[in-house]
Each structure stands twice: as structure tokens, then as C-alpha cells.
């Protein structure tokens, strides 16, 4: 946790574009509060009373206010400087190992370049997926949560502060592998996206509502193995219909290039 | 185990609201869908607060209940568990309540 301020975001490590060097080899210098991240009294509860209250000995002081409101004011922050610059930013969420990262390979090396894209990439550890974008020739930044089990609004300004994508481009922010904790922090994305596998089973969007129920996007992954496993195509549409009437599914492959085309579309038509 | 940023949250919300001042009880409301659990948060609380302003403060939550409305049929009724489903088959309903993840108040000492 921060001395200063008590912000958990200790251990939390950016990397810019071309400082990916060896992995783990970066530890904790750069909480540099060069952003919104706001310290001393009243300063970040902006429209608050202030902060400096006397006489309160024994009493009840309302606060009425919501626990996630400070996170949600930096992820507007977020919002209007990428809504300024015309940036698309897509929230991409699932469990380990679903192909967010295959995904993004692919989609830099067909449609990089069309598109603009830029990659913020969330893990715990590592800058392991920063380099697979990197060698995919699509500048990325790699925030490592330390601690954390998702990206949060803070960490992204630090990842966007560090990237500086161009306006009008697409930003795809890769948070950390888990289809639970993701789910709460609004990042300022205009969309997001979640990926579930074929793999995994057609049970996830029943199993974990609160991310299946944000989702505008659902990337049904690694279609080209369907043949091989036990999974309910009609079952995992029909649970989705459940949790989230209003989410599309998209079917596709990064390892054979099925519904890609639809999927480059789909960020292509949001960015006009 | 997104419940210790959220207890972060409290601690940090409620020292940049009163600073320097020691308190004696903090009230959360934490509603059944907010995807938040309460026990989690208690769990994180005692290591959350130590060194700060809220150290040894009782932590009390309470957890509304969740309550939809129906788009298609206009009904009200309160959701089996996180799937909210209408009657009438319709999975197109608003969360009237349930979602709340509010830091209600603090008793100060």
C-alpha cells in the first residue's frame, strides 16, 4: 500500500514502449503520481464539504458516498481525454489462457496497422505478453498488478501516460486473466468485450453473471476446436440470452482466422 | 479478491474525509448483487485499517436485498441469486436494488 495515501498501488509496475527488457527485473520505482491520482485534504473529492471537520467527538458523520466513486471519477477522467482524441478503448476481460493475447497478435498483424491499434496489457507478473505484442509490430505498454487481481482506473491513466496513442486510433486494454474481479472497475473503456472459450465449457456466462452481464461483446474463442471437445453452442448462446439479452456473440479462431474479419469490423465501425 | 481494493477504498474515502480523525464504527451498505462479499470485506478490514485512522473500529454492514422490474411485463419481484429472471421467462429486467456498494457513514470517537 502507498504511505502516502494508503492506495494499494504499491508493487504496481508501467512499462512504456521499448523498456520491456528482462522480465521482473523493474521493482517499484515508478509511482510517480504524474496523474490524476490526487493527495491532501478534499483534493479528490471534488464537490465535498470540506474535508477538515471539528468539534466531532462522539458523533455520527454521514458520508453517503459510494465506495467505488473514486475509482469511477478517474476512469471519467479517462474517458473524456480518450472521447477528446477519438480514441476507441475496449475493455477485453476473460479467465487465463481464454486467447486474449493470441487474439491480439493476430488482430496487430492483420489489422494493426488499419486500425491504429495500441495494447495495454495487465498481468501480475511479467512483461511475457508486452513482447508477444511488441514482436506482433504494435506499440503496447504492460502494467504488472503486483498484488492486484484487475486493472483499475489509475493503472490505466499511468499505461495511457506511458503509450500515448494517436487520435482516432484503437486502444485494446488486456486486463488480468479472471472473470470476477474485472468486472468492477470501470477503466473509461467505450466497450467491453469478453472472451469465452470453447475449451473452457458453455457454462461461464451462468457461472460468473457480473462479467458476462457488462459485456457489449462476446468472442466465442477458438472455434477451430470444436470438433474436439464437449461444447453446447446453443447451451452457451441460450445462458448468455439469460445474463445479458442485449450482448452479440461472435464466433472465432486466431489459429485458423475464422470471424476475424467480422472482429476487426466490429472495432473498425466504433471508431467513425 | 477485488474485496481488498474495495476495503481500500473505505479506508481511503474516509481518512481524505476526515483527517486525523480517529474513528469508532464505519457503516457500509453492500447489496446481495453488487458482486461484493460482505465477509471478504471483513476479513480485509483489520488489515486494511492497521496504522491508519480506523484501526480497531467495528465495521458494520448491511446488505439490501435485490429487487427487478421486468421490461417485457413490468413486474416486480426479488431475483433468485445473481441470475435475475422474470416469471414470465424474460431475462430483460432492471436492477431496482441490490447494487449498492455505499459507505453509509462513521461514528467518529
Given at each position: 500500500?502507498?504511505?502516502?495515501?494508503?492506495c494499494g498501488?504499491?508493487?504496481?509496475?508501467?512499462?512504456?514502449?521499448?523498456?520491456?527488457?528482462?522480465?521482473?527485473?523493474?521493482?517499484?520505482?515508478?509511482?510517480?503520481?504524474?496523474?490524476?491520482?490526487?493527495?491532501?485534504?478534499?483534493?479528490?473529492?471534488?464537490?465535498?464539504?470540506?474535508?477538515?471537520?471539528?468539534?466531532?467527538?462522539?458523533?455520527?458523520?454521514?458520508?453517503?458516498q459510494n465506495i467505488l466513486a473514486k475509482n469511477d471519477?478517474?476512469?471519467?477522467?479517462?474517458?473524456?481525454?480518450?472521447?477528446?482524441?477519438?480514441?476507441?478503448?475496449?475493455?477485453?476481460?476473460?479467465?487465463?489462457?481464454?486467447?486474449?493475447?493470441?487474439?491480439?497478435?493476430?488482430?496487430?498483424?492483420?489489422?494493426?496497422?488499419?486500425?491504429?491499434?495500441?495494447?495495454?496489457?495487465?498481468?501480475?507478473?511479467?512483461?511475457?505478453?508486452?513482447?508477444?505484442?511488441?514482436?506482433?509490430?504494435?506499440?503496447?505498454?504492460?502494467?504488472?498488478?503486483?498484488?492486484g487481481c484487475h486493472?483499475d482506473?489509475?493503472?490505466?491513466?499511468?499505461?495511457?501516460?506511458?503509450?500515448?496513442?494517436?487520435?482516432?486510433?484503437?486502444?485494446?486494454?488486456?486486463?488480468?486473466?479472471?472473470?470476477v474481479c474485472?468486472a468492477l472497475f470501470?477503466?473509461?473503456?467505450?466497450?467491453?468485450?469478453?472472451?469465452?472459450?470453447?475449451?473452457?465449457?458453455?457454462?461461464?456466462?451462468?457461472?460468473?453473471?457480473?462479467?458476462?452481464?457488462?459485456?457489449?461483446?462476446?468472442?466465442?474463442?477458438?472455434?477451430?476446436?470444436?470438433?474436439?471437445?464437449?461444447?453446447?453452442?446453443?447451451?452457451?448462446?441460450?445462458?448468455?440470452?439469460?445474463?445479458?439479452?442485449?450482448?452479440?456473440?461472435?464466433?472465432?479462431?486466431?489459429?485458423?482466422?475464422?470471424?476475424?474479419?467480422?472482429?476487426?469490423?466490429?472495432?473498425?465501425?466504433?471508431?467513425? | 479478491m477485488h474485496e481488498l481494493a474495495i476495503t481500500e477504498g473505505v479506508v481511503q474515502a474516509v481518512?481524505?474525509?476526515?483527517?486525523?480523525?480517529?474513528?469508532?464504527?464505519v457503516?457500509l451498505e453492500i447489496g446481495?448483487?453488487s458482486g461484493v462479499v460482505a465477509d471478504s470485506v471483513r476479513f480485509c478490514f483489520?488489515l486494511v485499517?492497521?496504522?491508519?485512522?480506523?484501526?480497531?473500529?467495528?465495521l458494520?454492514i448491511?446488505?439490501?436485498?435485490?429487487?427487478?422490474?421486468?421490461?417485457?411485463?413490468?413486474?416486480?419481484?426479488?431475483?433468485?441469486?445473481?441470475?435475475?429472471?422474470?416469471?414470465?421467462?424474460?431475462?430483460?429486467?432492471?436492477?431496482?436494488?441490490?447494487?449498492e456498494l455505499r459507505i453509509?457513514?462513521?461514528?467518529?470517537?
Amino acid at each position: 500500500m502507498c504511505a502516502t495515501c494508503g492506495c494499494g498501488v504499491a508493487g504496481v509496475r508501467v512499462f512504456g514502449p521499448g523498456q520491456l527488457g528482462p522480465a521482473g527485473h523493474d521493482h517499484g520505482t515508478d509511482h510517480s503520481h504524474d496523474h490524476e491520482h490526487a493527495h491532501g485534504p478534499g483534493q479528490a473529492d471534488r464537490g465535498q464539504p470540506p474535508s477538515h471537520e471539528h468539534g466531532l467527538d462522539g458523533r455520527t458523520v454521514q458520508i453517503q458516498q459510494n465506495i467505488l466513486a473514486k475509482n469511477d471519477r478517474l476512469a471519467e477522467d479517462n474517458r473524456a481525454w480518450l472521447t477528446a482524441r477519438g480514441i476507441l478503448a475496449v475493455n477485453l476481460m476473460s479467465s487465463p489462457g481464454a486467447g486474449k493475447t493470441t487474439l491480439l497478435e493476430r488482430t496487430a498483424r492483420e489489422a494493426g496497422a488499419g486500425l491504429g491499434l495500441t495494447v495495454i496489457e495487465g498481468d501480475q507478473e511479467t512483461t511475457l505478453d508486452a513482447s508477444r505484442i511488441e514482436a506482433a509490430g504494435c506499440a503496447v505498454a504492460q502494467i504488472n498488478t503486483g498484488a492486484g487481481c484487475h486493472l483499475d482506473a489509475s493503472m490505466v491513466a499511468r499505461g495511457l501516460s506511458a503509450l500515448n496513442p494517436s487520435p482516432g486510433s484503437v486502444l485494446v486494454i488486456e486486463n488480468v486473466g479472471n472473470l470476477v474481479c474485472p468486472a468492477l472497475f470501470d477503466l473509461g473503456e467505450a466497450a467491453r468485450v469478453v472472451l469465452s472459450s470453447v475449451t473452457e465449457g458453455a457454462d461461464k456466462p451462468i457461472k460468473y453473471p457480473q462479467m458476462f452481464r457488462g459485456a457489449d461483446l462476446v468472442l466465442l474463442t477458438k472455434v477451430d476446436l470444436l470438433p474436439y471437445v464437449d461444447f453446447d453452442t446453443g447451451r452457451h448462446a441460450r445462458d448468455l440470452k439469460l445474463i445479458s439479452p442485449g450482448a452479440q456473440i461472435m464466433p472465432v479462431s486466431a489459429t485458423t482466422g475464422e470471424g476475424l474479419p467480422a472482429w476487426y469490423a466490429w472495432l473498425s465501425e466504433r471508431t467513425r | 479478491m477485488h474485496e481488498l481494493a474495495i476495503t481500500e477504498g473505505v479506508v481511503q474515502a474516509v481518512t481524505e474525509r476526515l483527517p486525523g480523525t480517529p474513528i469508532a464504527c464505519v457503516h457500509l451498505e453492500i447489496g446481495v448483487m453488487s458482486g461484493v462479499v460482505a465477509d471478504s470485506v471483513r476479513f480485509c478490514f483489520d488489515l486494511v485499517t492497521e496504522g491508519t485512522t480506523l484501526e480497531g473500529a467495528r465495521l458494520d454492514i448491511i446488505q439490501p436485498a435485490a429487487r427487478c422490474r421486468c421490461r417485457d411485463c413490468g413486474a416486480e419481484f426479488e431475483p433468485d441469486g445473481m441470475i435475475a429472471l422474470c416469471d414470465c421467462g424474460s431475462a430483460d429486467v432492471a436492477v431496482l436494488a441490490g447494487q449498492e456498494l455505499r459507505i453509509r457513514s462513521v461514528e467518529v470517537v
